[in-house]
Protein backbone atom coordinates (compact mmCIF):
# COMPACT_ATOMS: atom_id res chain seq x y z
CA UNK A 1 0.00 0.00 0.00
CA UNK A 2 1.70 3.22 -1.15
CA UNK A 3 0.42 6.72 -1.30
CA UNK A 4 0.90 8.94 -3.69
CA UNK A 5 0.43 12.91 -5.02
CA UNK A 6 0.10 14.88 -8.11
CA UNK A 7 -1.68 17.69 -8.86
CA UNK A 8 -2.90 20.71 -11.73
CA UNK A 9 -4.53 18.18 -13.74
CA UNK A 10 -5.67 20.71 -15.84
CA UNK A 11 -8.30 18.60 -17.77
CA UNK A 12 -10.73 19.75 -20.55
CA UNK A 13 -12.94 16.78 -22.00
CA UNK A 14 -15.82 19.04 -22.35
CA UNK A 15 -14.62 22.74 -22.32
CA UNK A 16 -12.12 23.97 -25.30
CA UNK A 17 -9.24 25.35 -22.91
CA UNK A 18 -6.11 23.41 -23.54
CA UNK A 19 -2.54 23.68 -21.97
CA UNK A 20 -0.59 22.84 -24.92
CA UNK A 21 0.28 26.61 -25.42
CA UNK A 22 2.39 26.32 -22.00
CA UNK A 23 4.97 24.24 -23.25
CA UNK A 24 5.79 21.04 -24.88
CA UNK A 25 5.02 18.83 -21.52
CA UNK A 26 1.70 19.65 -21.71
CA UNK A 27 1.13 18.02 -24.90
CA UNK A 28 -1.27 14.92 -24.88
CA UNK A 29 -0.92 14.85 -21.16
CA UNK A 30 -4.19 13.22 -20.28
CA UNK A 31 -2.26 10.23 -22.32
CA UNK A 32 1.05 11.06 -19.74
CA UNK A 33 -1.26 10.89 -16.52
CA UNK A 34 -3.51 7.34 -17.72
CA UNK A 35 -0.30 5.36 -18.59
CA UNK A 36 1.99 6.68 -15.90
CA UNK A 37 -1.17 6.08 -13.17
CA UNK A 38 -1.30 2.49 -15.04
CA UNK A 39 2.22 1.72 -14.61
CA UNK A 40 3.14 2.96 -10.86
CA UNK A 41 -0.56 2.56 -8.87
CA UNK A 42 -1.88 -0.56 -7.54
CA UNK A 43 -5.51 -0.97 -6.77
CA UNK A 44 -4.97 -0.88 -2.79
CA UNK A 45 -2.17 2.42 -3.52
CA UNK A 46 -3.96 5.81 -2.78
CA UNK A 47 -3.84 8.69 -5.20
CA UNK A 48 -4.42 12.40 -3.48
CA UNK A 49 -4.55 14.97 -6.25
CA UNK A 50 -3.81 18.45 -5.48
CA UNK A 51 -6.40 20.59 -7.13
CA UNK A 52 -7.15 22.01 -10.37
CA UNK A 53 -8.85 19.32 -11.81
CA UNK A 54 -10.88 20.52 -14.12
CA UNK A 55 -11.61 23.53 -16.04
CA UNK A 56 -15.21 22.95 -16.13
CA UNK A 57 -17.04 25.75 -14.46
CA UNK A 58 -20.10 23.47 -13.10
CA UNK A 59 -20.48 20.34 -12.46
CA UNK A 60 -22.08 19.10 -15.52
CA UNK A 61 -19.69 21.02 -17.53
CA UNK A 62 -16.84 18.20 -15.54
CA UNK A 63 -18.39 15.47 -15.35
CA UNK A 64 -16.08 13.78 -18.36
CA UNK A 65 -12.95 15.28 -16.04
CA UNK A 66 -14.49 13.44 -13.03
CA UNK A 67 -14.66 10.20 -14.86
CA UNK A 68 -11.35 10.50 -16.25
CA UNK A 69 -10.06 10.65 -12.92
CA UNK A 70 -12.49 7.97 -11.78
CA UNK A 71 -10.72 5.15 -13.72
CA UNK A 72 -7.72 6.26 -12.54
CA UNK A 73 -6.44 3.13 -10.45
CA UNK A 74 -6.55 3.28 -6.49
CA UNK A 75 -8.57 5.38 -4.00
CA UNK A 76 -8.83 8.96 -5.60
CA UNK A 77 -8.77 11.97 -2.68
CA UNK A 78 -9.07 15.16 -4.20
CA UNK A 79 -8.41 19.02 -3.06
CA UNK A 80 -9.68 22.03 -4.19
CA UNK A 81 -7.75 24.19 -6.37
CA UNK A 82 -8.27 27.54 -7.67
CA UNK A 83 -9.62 26.70 -10.68
CA UNK A 84 -11.88 24.46 -9.38
CA UNK A 85 -15.11 26.09 -10.05
CA UNK A 86 -17.44 22.92 -9.67
CA UNK A 87 -16.81 22.52 -6.42
CA UNK A 88 -18.21 24.77 -3.32
CA UNK A 89 -16.38 24.61 -0.51
CA UNK A 90 -19.75 24.95 1.70
CA UNK A 91 -21.20 21.66 -0.42
CA UNK A 92 -18.16 19.26 0.33
CA UNK A 93 -20.65 16.87 1.77
CA UNK A 94 -22.62 16.87 -1.02
CA UNK A 95 -19.69 16.17 -2.92
CA UNK A 96 -18.84 13.01 -1.13
CA UNK A 97 -22.39 11.66 -1.03
CA UNK A 98 -22.55 11.88 -4.82
CA UNK A 99 -19.24 10.29 -5.47
CA UNK A 100 -19.24 7.62 -2.83
CA UNK A 101 -17.10 4.75 -3.32
CA UNK A 102 -15.46 6.48 -6.12
CA UNK A 103 -13.89 9.75 -5.41
CA UNK A 104 -13.27 11.31 -1.94
CA UNK A 105 -13.21 15.24 -1.43
CA UNK A 106 -10.40 16.57 1.05
CA UNK A 107 -11.98 19.76 2.78
CA UNK A 108 -12.74 20.88 6.27
CA UNK A 109 -12.37 17.07 6.99
CA UNK A 110 -9.57 14.63 6.70
CA UNK A 111 -8.67 10.61 5.64
CA UNK A 112 -6.40 7.92 7.72
CA UNK A 113 -3.65 6.39 5.31
CA UNK A 114 -2.49 3.77 8.15
CA UNK A 115 -1.51 5.82 11.39
CA UNK A 116 -1.39 9.02 9.25
CA UNK A 117 -3.90 11.76 8.77
CA UNK A 118 -3.92 13.20 5.75
CA UNK A 119 -5.48 16.57 6.37
CA UNK A 120 -5.64 19.31 3.79
CA UNK A 121 -7.40 22.44 2.61
CA UNK A 122 -6.55 24.78 -0.74
CA UNK A 123 -4.61 27.35 0.64
CA UNK A 124 -3.18 30.29 -0.47
CA UNK A 125 -0.56 32.59 -1.82
CA UNK A 126 -0.02 36.54 -2.12
CA UNK A 127 1.44 36.13 -5.42
CA UNK A 128 2.06 39.82 -6.52
CA UNK A 129 2.27 42.03 -8.66
CA UNK A 130 6.06 42.72 -7.33
CA UNK A 131 7.82 45.19 -8.81
CA UNK A 132 11.49 44.32 -9.64
CA UNK A 133 14.33 46.81 -10.08
CA UNK A 134 16.54 46.43 -13.72
CA UNK A 135 18.46 43.56 -12.04
CA UNK A 136 15.26 41.75 -11.44
CA UNK A 137 15.18 41.66 -7.51
CA UNK A 138 11.49 42.52 -5.65
CA UNK A 139 11.85 46.32 -4.86
CA UNK A 140 8.20 46.88 -3.80
CA UNK A 141 4.34 44.89 -4.12
CA UNK A 142 0.82 45.60 -4.48
CA UNK A 143 0.09 46.77 -0.78
CA UNK A 144 -3.95 46.67 -1.31
CA UNK A 145 -3.27 43.43 -2.86
CA UNK A 146 -1.40 41.66 -0.16
CA UNK A 147 -4.11 42.75 2.20
CA UNK A 148 -6.82 41.07 0.43
CA UNK A 149 -4.75 37.99 0.20
CA UNK A 150 -3.55 37.99 3.75
CA UNK A 151 -7.61 37.65 4.23
CA UNK A 152 -8.25 34.49 2.37
CA UNK A 153 -5.02 33.37 4.16
CA UNK A 154 -7.47 33.64 7.13
CA UNK A 155 -10.53 31.96 5.83
CA UNK A 156 -8.05 28.76 4.19
CA UNK A 157 -6.14 28.50 7.87
CA UNK A 158 -9.62 28.45 9.73
CA UNK A 159 -10.00 25.34 7.03
CA UNK A 160 -7.22 23.64 7.31
CA UNK A 161 -7.84 23.84 11.15
CA UNK A 162 -11.15 21.87 10.84
CA UNK A 163 -9.54 19.25 8.88
CA UNK A 164 -6.73 18.99 11.79
CA UNK A 165 -9.17 18.95 14.29
CA UNK A 166 -11.18 16.53 12.84
CA UNK A 167 -8.27 14.23 12.66
CA UNK A 168 -6.78 14.82 16.01
CA UNK A 169 -10.53 14.28 18.01
CA UNK A 170 -10.28 10.54 16.14
CA UNK A 171 -7.19 10.52 17.84
CA UNK A 172 -4.29 10.77 15.17
CA UNK A 173 -0.99 12.11 16.23
CA UNK A 174 1.11 11.54 12.63
CA UNK A 175 0.27 14.04 9.76
CA UNK A 176 0.64 14.66 6.18
CA UNK A 177 -0.63 18.29 5.15
CA UNK A 178 -1.78 18.74 0.97
CA UNK A 179 -2.48 22.28 -0.06
CA UNK A 180 -2.88 23.46 -3.95
CA UNK A 181 -1.20 26.46 -3.37
CA UNK A 182 2.84 26.52 -2.34
CA UNK A 183 2.98 27.09 1.58
CA UNK A 184 5.18 30.17 0.88
CA UNK A 185 5.86 32.57 -1.64
CA UNK A 186 8.76 34.04 -3.43
CA UNK A 187 9.49 36.85 -0.49
CA UNK A 188 9.30 34.05 2.26
CA UNK A 189 10.92 31.54 4.43
CA UNK A 190 7.83 30.76 6.27
CA UNK A 191 4.27 31.25 6.60
CA UNK A 192 1.27 30.75 8.62
CA UNK A 193 0.94 27.40 6.96
CA UNK A 194 4.24 26.01 7.66
CA UNK A 195 4.00 27.02 10.99
CA UNK A 196 1.30 25.01 11.47
CA UNK A 197 2.30 22.06 10.02
CA UNK A 198 5.29 22.51 12.59
CA UNK A 199 3.01 22.80 15.25
CA UNK A 200 1.39 19.27 14.53
CA UNK A 201 4.36 17.91 13.44
CA UNK A 202 3.21 17.34 10.08
CA UNK A 203 5.60 14.21 8.31
CA UNK A 204 5.27 16.05 4.81
CA UNK A 205 3.62 19.33 3.57
CA UNK A 206 2.37 18.32 -0.64
CA UNK A 207 1.50 21.43 -2.99
CA UNK A 208 1.15 21.84 -6.36
CA UNK A 209 0.12 25.18 -8.22
CA UNK A 210 3.83 26.20 -9.81
CA UNK A 211 4.03 25.62 -13.32
CA UNK A 212 7.10 25.90 -15.55
CA UNK A 213 10.75 26.00 -14.91
CA UNK A 214 11.43 29.63 -13.50
CA UNK A 215 8.08 28.73 -11.00
CA UNK A 216 9.34 25.38 -9.63
CA UNK A 217 11.48 27.29 -6.75
CA UNK A 218 8.61 29.56 -5.61
CA UNK A 219 8.46 28.17 -2.47
CA UNK A 220 10.24 25.42 -0.31
CA UNK A 221 11.09 22.23 -1.99
CA UNK A 222 12.96 19.17 0.10
CA UNK A 223 13.73 18.81 4.07
CA UNK A 224 12.72 22.36 6.33
CA UNK A 225 12.75 21.88 9.76
CA UNK A 226 12.48 18.44 10.06
CA UNK A 227 9.47 18.64 7.22
CA UNK A 228 9.62 17.46 3.91
CA UNK A 229 8.13 19.31 1.50
CA UNK A 230 7.10 17.76 -1.82
CA UNK A 231 6.37 20.10 -5.14
CA UNK A 232 3.87 18.11 -7.52
CA UNK A 233 2.79 19.86 -10.24
CA UNK A 234 1.89 17.90 -13.05
CA UNK A 235 4.38 19.41 -15.47
CA UNK A 236 7.21 19.69 -12.46
CA UNK A 237 6.64 16.07 -12.41
CA UNK A 238 5.84 15.08 -16.38
CA UNK A 239 2.85 14.17 -15.04
CA UNK A 240 3.92 10.85 -12.82
CA UNK A 241 3.09 10.73 -9.70
CA UNK A 242 5.01 10.90 -7.02
CA UNK A 243 5.08 8.31 -3.93
CA UNK A 244 5.01 10.40 -0.78
CA UNK A 245 4.89 7.41 1.93
Not at 11 to 38: A, P, T, Y
Not at 130 to 135: A, E, G, P, T
Request: glycine letters at 8%; aromatic letters at 14%.
Amino acid sequence: MALYAIGDFHLSFQSDKFMDKFGSVWRRHEEKIQKNCSKLIRPEDTLVITGDHSWGRKMEECREDLSFIEALPGRKILLRGNHDMFWDAKKTERLNREFQGRLLFLQNNYYSYGDYALVGTKGYTFEGPFYLDRRGRIVGWDEEKELHAKKLVERELERLQLSFDAAVADGYQKFILFLHYPPTNVMETDSPFTQMAERYHAAHVVYSHCHGESHFHDSIRGDYHGITYHLVSGDFLNFRPERIL
